[in-house]
């Protein structure tokens, strides 16, 4: 029962509502064995009452034989078994009752039966028959009680285990896609039932939002493609332009901005198309040994003047070397975007921190951070925590860096520094 919890039973609307409905059938059962118990012990009793009369009626028409007839009879009776008790009196007054008794006074009273003039005989129900029937009663309404109360609460149980382990089939395939892991398909039985229609109806909402994505990023790497040229063109133009010494000052600024732009959108479309090519695996990467704390140091040295002009101080640490084989030039830049967007998002005076240790690389920041719910979603293309814009950015830099960690078999953990964010590049070996 590795695949749940207590938490995640006792929170199951199945099995509160089986609870519910075998507490209410425990109740109407042990009301029924109760009745059928006291009902039990009457119609005993009422036997018990009825053979008493038979006894009473034997003795009588004895009696009236001869003294020795009855007692003849009376160790015969007493030498079988028989629940009743026998004891013969001398001068009982008041005068003698041979009446039936009801069922409810028994065994507390007895009837007697004349022998002769001077004796009696006392005929009554042993208690101890009464009260032995009672508790060989107890064992059968013990049994019928906790044994159907003990049956329904396993079958409840093992009734609610069954579907939470189905359900948790789905909601961990779920997870996966919402983890943003693609080609999920959730298992369907031969058995075709609800959760098998349920299991169908996901895996093609998953195939649909996989096709959805797919045709998303062909039309984004297309368009890219197809204008990265045209747009090449145009500042190889405008640089034409800017190289002639006619134009006035006023439309050298205009013509520098409009080429700082359209530099800014190719270097855009340049950086999308190299995520898409990361992560296709369509670009060859090198292999050889990167010393990551070298990687950090030069990632330092270029970030360090945007970081003094916010007043902020860079720490370094190295508490063990590490070396990765990889490709240099994309493991600098993926470690370059991490301290740049550090640095971007830490107020002034603020802190910066990069440790190196056997695992890979920290950056650690005390800056905005981010929340939860964006973490699942930074790492996406164009997608941006700082909704207000305050920064300047496209979006695509921590996109680049997953891009690179995992073309390096790596992985990219963000972790909340409290305040600020930290951001681990993590190697597996």
Do not use: W
Request: hydrophobic letters at 45%; a negative charge.
């Amino acid at each position: 029962m590795s695949f749940v919890d207590d938490y995640a039973l006792t929170r199951s609307s199945v099995f509160k509502t089986l609870i519910g409905l075998f507490i209410l059938i425990a109740v109407v059962n042990i009301m029924v064995i109760r009745q059928v118990y006291i009902n039990s012990d009457a119609f005993h009793r009422q036997q018990l009452t009825k053979q008493l009369n038979d006894e009473i009626l034997e003795f009588s028409y004895v009696a009236k034989q001869s003294k020795e007839e009855v007692e003849k009879l009376l160790q015969a009776k007493r030498a079988s078994e028989t629940p009743f008790y026998y004891r013969v009196i001398e001068h009982i007054d008041p005068p003698l009752n041979q009446q039936y008794y009801p069922v409810s006074t028994l065994p507390l009273n007895s009837t007697h039966v004349a022998i002769g003039k001077t004796h009696q005989l006392q005929i009554g129900v042993d208690a101890k028959t009464v009260e032995a029937f009672r508790q060989s009663l107890i064992p059968i309404v013990f049994s019928g009680i906790i044994l159907p109360v003990a049956m329904m609460l396993i079958a409840a149980l093992l009734f609610t285990l069954l579907i939470l382990k189905r359900l948790e089939r789905v909601n961990q395939a779920m997870n996966r896609v919402l983890c943003g892991e693609r080609d999920v398909k959730i298992a369907v039985s031969k058995q075709d039932d609800e959760f098998d229609i349920l299991a169908i109806h996901l895996n093609f909402m998953i195939e649909q939002m996989a096709k959805n994505e797919s045709t998303l990023k062909s039309l984004t790497v297309g368009m890219a493609h197809d204008m990265r040229t045209p747009m090449a063109r145009l500042k190889l133009r405008l640089e034409d332009v800017l190289a002639h010494n006619d134009l006035t000052p006023s439309q050298q600024d205009q013509f520098s901005a409009c080429h700082d732009e359209l530099e800014l959108i190719l270097s855009l479309f340049n950086s999308m198309l190299e995520i898409a090519k990361l992560n296709s695996g369509q670009l060859t990467i090198e292999t050889e040994a990167v010393d990551l704390g070298r990687v950090a140091q030069d990632a330092l040295d270029f970030i360090s003047p945007l970081a003094e002009q916010k007043h902020q101080s860079l720490l370094f640490r190295q508490d063990q070397a590490c070396t990765v084989v990889g490709d240099p030039s994309l493991l600098f830049r993926a470690v370059f975007n991490l301290i740049e967007n550090a640095v971007k998002y830490t107020p002034e005076h603020g802190q910066v921190e990069v440790i190196i240790d056997h695992f890979g690389v920290v950056v650690a920041d005390s800056g905005i951070g981010i929340s939860d719910s964006d973490k699942l979603h930074v790492c996406r293309p164009m997608y941006r925590a700082d909704k207000s814009r305050s920064e300047h950015g496209n979006g695509l830099g921590l996109s680049l860096v997953d891009a690179v960690v995992h073309r390096h078999n790596a992985h990219l953990i963000l972790r909340d520094n409290t305040p600020g964010l930290r951001a681990r590049i993590y190697f597996d070996s």
